[in-house]
């Protein structure tokens, strides 16, 4: 299928949405100095489901300047993103990927045959009617997540990756992260570094779980960990995808915890000896028609409970740890769901402009490296 980059050519060739020469060497004058010749840079991304298309119009922006990417990590459709940038691909592959998934191929296996949904845009749309459905059928989710994986692990093996080791082995500093929700023992947990069994936090039980996981995949090390499972498992909607399950505990939606874990690669200020040598970068997609909810009788708030739970963390975490590094993608005006599967070519193209024209808007008028230390305490 051809990306929407190949039907709209004149995208690429607009010269009032791309950086110019000039900008550019404006934005690198407050970056750090290079390294070996090199602007580095780790990422961080939020989970937005199809509005995901925006974020390549920001890292098409970031390709303009040049910059290449080191740690990365990410939630939901965010850890998708994250885990075909920790693969190398170059961004014109990785716009012909990501503009053009399959998400017929994706919904091909229902667990019922007896499951009468109709088109999976509108689903959580009726929550109520998805757990009846699921009740009647004694299911956990409507689809399963095995095509998703599948087609992550294919993609991912034409660049010769599978595991998390491998992301190691094309570049010893680059890291990848993927965030998932162990709701049997209510956790949130970090891929892989949290099926390590011998982590000094474990206790005996919780070295056992990871043990026996690591037994349940045939892996010597928790690093062989496969990167499309972890995809898989940070990808799963609730109601939606039926749950995986990691040792005894059911994961789900790593969004249920944390869709945007601007913390992960955070380390202790304080020591204006020894500074981080590049910036860590967080994408994040704004709906300003998230309004708050009101709340009129019991099932509002409990709605309103549980997202509360889903973005209480976040919020905190951008509010206190946004230090100027937080790149916030308007997507309103793309009038776009983050289940909108089929989404019109035009559509993907107003994301992808939003996407790139906010983000280097970001590094024109908001970005400097200087300041950026300082708000962290390390000058």
Known sequence: MASFININPQLLDDQDLRLTEKQKEEIWSRF??????????DAIFE????????????????EDLGIEWKKLAGTSAGSLTAAFLAA??????????????????????????????????????????????LLLTQQLGQYSSDPFRDWIAKTLKSRGIETFTDVKRLDPQ????????????????????????NSARLNKDQHSHRQAILQQHNLKHYQDFSIAEAVRLSSSIPLFFK????GNAYILDGGLLSNFPLWIYDRPSGDPLNPPKWPTFGFR????TLNPPKI?????????????????????????????????IDVTKAKVTTTEFS???EKKVKLYRLGYKQTKDFFLYHWDWTRHLKERGFC
């Open 88 to 133: 190398s691909f170059p961004i014109n592959k990785l716009e012909e990927i990501l503009s053009s998934i399959d998400y017929n191929g994706i919904f091909s296996q229902k667990t019922s045959p007896f499951i009468f949904n109709g088109d999976p845009s509108d689903d959580l749309q009726a929550p109520l009617s998805m757990i009846v459905s």
């Open 32 to 41: 750090p100095e290079p390294v070996d010749g090199h602007y580095y840079a």
């Open 343 to 345: 989404l019109s070519s």
């Open 47 to 62: 989970g937005g489901g199809v509005r995901g298309i925006a974020l390549l119009g920001a890292l098409r922006c970031c």
């Open 285 to 288: 997609l704004i709906d300003q």
């Open 243 to 246: 749950p995986e399950k990691l």
């Open 174 to 197: 680059r890291e990848l992260k993927i965030v998932v929700s162990n709701i049997t023992h209510c956790e949130m947990w970090v891929l892989p570094d949290d099926l390590n069994p």
């Open 296 to 328: 009129n009788n019991a099932l509002d708030l409990f709605t309103a409970s549980l997202r509360s739970m889903a973005n209480a963390r976040d919020r905190y975490h951008v509010r206190h740890g946004d230090q100027g590094r937080v790149i916030n």
